[in-house]
């Protein structure tokens, strides 16, 4: 089975900077899309960014764009995603998901229907 895990969440001041990790185990290398997900309270699961380990092809939320950086290590099963320029409409819980193949539609609004298998979430809070 697929199972995943995320870290790295915390508390950071606006302007601050986080790193994210998604340690996965229970897929095959160099075959499967990692996308990272966030839910603040009170609003929908939204897609933030996603990488495929075929192509090494990394895709963006609008929000995210200049500010996130999705990166993997095949070798170790491990995508992060490095979170600069933090402000406090990013607070949320992330989540990374795993699907085989490519990112396809990940970030689009109902993107996160096509992952398979989540990680348990990890909290991001940014203060103002």
């Known amino acids: 089975d697929v199972q995943l895990q995320a870290s790295g969440g915390g508390l950071v001041q606006a302007g601050g900077s986080l790193r994210l990790s998604c340690a996965g185990s229970?897929?095959?290398?160099?075959?499967?899309?990692i996308g990272w997900f966030r839910q603040a309270p009170g609003k929908q699961r939204e897609g933030v960014s996603c990488?495929?380990?075929?192509?090494?092809?990394?895709e963006y939320a609008d929000s995210a764009k200049g500010r996130f950086t999705i990166s993997s290590d095949n070798t170790q099963k491990t995508v992060y995603l490095q979170l600069n320029s933090l402000k406090p409409e990013d607070t949320a819980v992330y989540y990374c998901?795993?699907?085989?193949?490519?990112?396809?539609?990940?970030?689009?609004?109902?993107?996160?229907?096509?992952?398979?298998?989540w990680g348990q979430g990890t909290q991001v809070t940014v203060s103002s």
């Open positions: 229970g897929f095959t290398l160099g075959d499967y899309a």
């Open positions: 998901a795993y699907r085989a193949g490519y990112c396809g539609v990940a970030l689009t609004s109902s993107g996160s229907a096509f992952f398979d298998s």
């Open positions: 990488i495929s380990t075929i192509d090494g092809k990394a």
